[in-house]
C-alpha cells in the first residue's frame, strides 16, 4: 500500500523509479485535493506520495504534469464519478456545490475500488480486463 510522507522521499525504494508530479491528486479517500503531489513508482508498483517539499529519489526519472489533477487508477475504465443513475444526471450534477461533487467522486471511487475485480495489472489481465 503506498504511503504519504511529509519527510525526505529518500525512501528505501530500488530498481526503476520514476516520479510523477502533478498540480493536484484525487485520492479517492479524501474529500479534499492533494496539492503538488510528488508520486513515487518503484518497479511499476507506487511505492510513496511525498509533498512538493520532498526530495526526488536518486537516479529517479521525473515526469512534470503542470496543470494536471492525478486520480486513482480505477478498473472501471469509464467510470463517471458524479453521475447519478437518476434520469437527469446533469440536472443533479448542476445543482451540487463543488464540495458536494468531491464527496460524491470520493464515495464513488471508494466503492469501485472496493469492488473484489483486480488487484494489479496481471489479476486484471487474468480476469480479462
Keep these: 500500500m503506498p504511503t504519504t510522507s511529509a519527510g525526505p ?3 528505501a525504494v530500488t530498481g526503476t523509479i520514476t516520479v510523477l508530479r502533478a498540480a493536484a491528486m ?3 479517500v479524501s474529500p479534499a485535493l492533494i496539492v ?3 508520486v513515487v513508482i518503484a518497479d511499476g508498483a507506487i511505492a510513496a506520495v511525498h509533498g ?3 526530495a526526488v529519489p536518486p537516479g529517479a526519472s521525473v515526469i512534470d504534469l503542470p ?3 492525478l486520480l486513482p487508477g480505477l478498473v472501471d475504465r469509464h467510470v463517471h464519478l458524479c453521475f447519478d443513475a437518476t434520469g437527469d444526471p446533469i440536472g443533479h450534477l448542476a445543482q ?3 464540495d458536494m461533487l468531491r464527496q460524491r467522486m470520493a464515495d464513488a471511487a471508494r466503492r ?4 473484489p475485480r483486480c488487484r494489479d495489472a496481471a489479476s486484471c489481465l487474468a480476469a480479462g480486463h
Design 67 to 69: 496543470g494536471l489533477t
Design 9 to 11: 522521499a529518500s525512501a
Design 112 to 115: 469501485a475500488l472496493l469492488q
Design 52 to 54: 512538493p517539499a520532498d
Design 36 to 38: 503538488a503531489p510528488s
Design 96 to 98: 451540487a456545490d463543488d
Design 26 to 28: 484525487f485520492d479517492g
